[in-house]
């Protein structure tokens, strides 16, 4: 299984962005799917994360201001990033667990954390 990102860049402060995340590989379940981030010399944290069937988490310091939303179907989370803060800019790391798939004809049910490649995202002032 592997997440791949899109999106992400430079933006001015108040601007928005868009991010995408899809899941590759013959997937069954995911349990958990969304957004972290890590800003230079701090601690990876989450952004904002389905926890299971439709229920989500935000971080406070996103919250009113970044929605994410998800197609199941075909594995992919998506993050709407507006108002956008000198704060936000981060590194962001797309994450899943809890993950069921099939990997050379088996069921294959995986307790441990899978994560992209960072895109990163900079708000310019």
């Known amino acids: 299984v592997q997440l791949q990102a899109f999106g992400g860049g430079l933006v001015q402060v108040g601007g928005s962005l868009g991010l995408s995340c899809a899941a590759s590989?013959?997937?069954?379940?995911?349990?958990?799917m969304g957004w972290y981030r890590q800003a230079p010399g701090k601690q990876r944290q989450l952004v904002a994360v389905?926890?299971?069937?439709?229920?989500?988490n935000y971080a406070d310091s996103v919250k009113g201001r970044f929605t994410i939303s998800r197609d199941s179907a075909k594995n992919t989370v998506y993050l709407q990033m507006n108002s956008l803060k000198p704060e936000d800019t981060a590194v962001y790391y797309c994450?899943?667990?809890?993950?069921?798939?099939?990997?050379?004809?088996?069921?294959?049910?995986?307790?441990?954390?899978?994560w992209g490649e960072g895109t990163q995202v900079t708000v310019s002032s």
């Open positions: 994450y899943a667990a809890g993950l069921v798939y099939m990997e050379y004809g088996s069921i294959v049910a995986s307790n441990t954390d899978h």
């Open positions: 590989g013959t997937i069954l379940r995911i349990d958990r």
């Open positions: 389905f926890t299971g069937s439709d229920s989500t």
